[in-house]
């Protein structure tokens, strides 16, 4: 099967400028994550969808970060203005999620897009 | 809270040697842990999970982890380390009472020297 696919790979920007960042996840995939990492840390939950409703987003700036997952499948991430602390990859990740037994399901990354907000 | 901690930043071990990267957690409900390993400019690959059953996990590319309940570890081992298991590994803990959040510990950079 094809894995998470994301686009761009790579992104430079001025800071203050915006940007979006898109996800494709596998196929039939009900859980879409969004995680941002920065250089030498693990991977931070930015977002978290089920279909394509908002589980989880506590831990998303929402005065600049938005994301979107309107038909349940693709999703979108933007930041609008960027700062030079959003430097970053970004990682979108999906599962199975069933709704039975979800704790069991792995997690699948597609190659993140690296950002550099300058 | 949920939480993982890998204590070493870096690990350096000989090819042929036996490599350890070290893991332990705190839940406060059942532990469902996994293992990733991040090679320069790509995502997270899956290697192994934990989620019940034997104590000893075999994942892809001959590791395995051994889950420790009294010592609430969960350390990723190979018998035979290869130049390229050279990578970024990052233990996780899943939270099933938190909408099944995942968790990353901070990772441990593994060099595998010729």
């Known amino acids: 099967e094809a894995g998470v696919a994301q686009s761009p790979r790579y992104k430079i920007i001025e800071k203050r400028q915006s940007v979006a960042f898109w996800c494709n996840p596998i196929?039939?995939?009900?859980?879409l994550y969004w995680y941002q990492q920065i250089l030498g840390q693990g991977p931070k939950l930015l977002i978290q969808f089920q279909n394509n409703g908002v589980v989880d987003d506590s831990q998303l700036p929402k005065d600049r970060f938005s994301a979107e997952r309107l038909k349940g499948v693709d999703s979108t991430l933007k930041i609008q203005p960027a700062k030079l602390e959003d430097s970053a990859v970004y990682l979108c990740?999906?599962?199975?999620?069933?709704?039975?037994?979800?704790?069991?399901?792995?997690?699948?990354f597609g190659p993140g897009t690296r950002l550099l907000v300058l | 809270a949920q939480s993982v901690a890998q204590p070493e930043d870096q690990v350096n071990v000989a090819e042929g040697n036996p490599l350890t990267v070290k893991c332990t957690y705190s839940?406060?409900?059942?532990?469902?842990l996994f293992w990733y390993v991040q090679y320069p400019n790509r995502g997270l690959q899956f290697l192994l999970k934990y989620i019940t059953g034997d104590n000893l996990v075999k994942g892809s590319y001959g590791f395995e982890a051994e889950f420790n309940k009294s010592q609430t570890s969960f350390h990723l081992k190979k018998p035979s380390a290869l130049v390229s298991d050279s990578a970024l590994y990052f233990c996780a803990v899943r939270d099933e009472n938190n909408f099944n959040k995942f968790y990353f510990g901070s990772g441990t950079k593994l060099n595998v020297k010729p």
């Open positions: 839940v406060s409900g059942n532990p469902y």
């Open positions: 990740a999906s599962s199975r999620n069933k709704r039975t037994l979800a704790f069991r399901e792995t997690q699948y």
């Open positions: 196929s039939g995939h009900a859980t």
